[in-house]
């Protein structure tokens, strides 16, 4: 019996949904009239933010915006490229005395062992007053890097927020088709409650 009930409220449901899905696909095709824009809002890549791609769409034509983004791009790489050149050399350094000290340790000789730690403590000093310097100014350009990318992304996004606002206006929401279809869900949803 609780099978016969079951098939005849599935079937019942099924007609009704199909009765229902013209109207719910009214519903859907309502809610997105009107979505049309003259602007492309979108991101060039997948990896890309909506903000670089509406600021990429903006500058295409402007040749001013465009050198600055080179410019801005170009000084971006060439910071990560000197990061990487410094931090190997550091690493190396640092790989350099701890190995030789290591080593220095492991000679027999304990006047020999004491005249290579030595040079190595002469070394390692000069190196530090060096690496010293050099920290101070990788602390500078470590500032710069997040100032430059502060002061860009605040200019992109001045520049960015009058499209998405048009965007927005350009593509109204009809709150009516929403409030049509979350009572379209409500009535299928006590259907089911109701269902035994």
Do not use: W
């Not at 099924?14 to 309502?30: A, G, L, Y």
């Not at 790989?95 to 070394?123: F, G, H, P």
């Not at 001045?158 to 109204?172: A, G, V």
């Amino acid at each position: 019996m609780k099978k016969i009930l079951l098939s005849s409220a599935l079937f019942l449901l099924i007609i009704s949904c199909k009765e229902n899905n013209n109207t719910d696909r009214n519903i859907v095709e309502k809610a997105a009239e009107n979505t049309e824009s003259s602007f492309t809002i979108n991101r060039l890549s997948k990896s890309q933010s909506i903000i670089d791609g509406i600021y990429s769409e903006k500058i295409k034509d402007d040749s001013k915006l465009l050198e600055l983004d080179e410019r801005f791009q170009g000084i971006q790489n060439d910071n990560r490229i000197m990061k990487d050149l410094y931090d190997n050399v550091t690493n190396s350094s640092e790989d350099y005395y701890a190995d030789a000290e290591r080593r220095a340790k492991n000679i027999m000789d304990s006047t020999l062992q004491k005249e290579v730690l030595d040079l190595l403590k002469n070394s390692s000093e000069k190196y530090d007053v060096k690496l010293n310097k050099l920290n101070e100014l990788k602390v500078r350009i470590n500032l710069n890097f997040i100032q430059l990318s502060s002061f860009y992304d605040a200019y992109k996004i001045k520049k960015t927020l009058p499209e998405i606002e048009n965007y927005q206006d350009s593509h109204p929401l009809d709150t009516d088709s929403l409030e049509n279809f979350i009572k379209k869900q409500n009535l299928l949803l006590n259907e089911l409650k109701n269902l035994k």
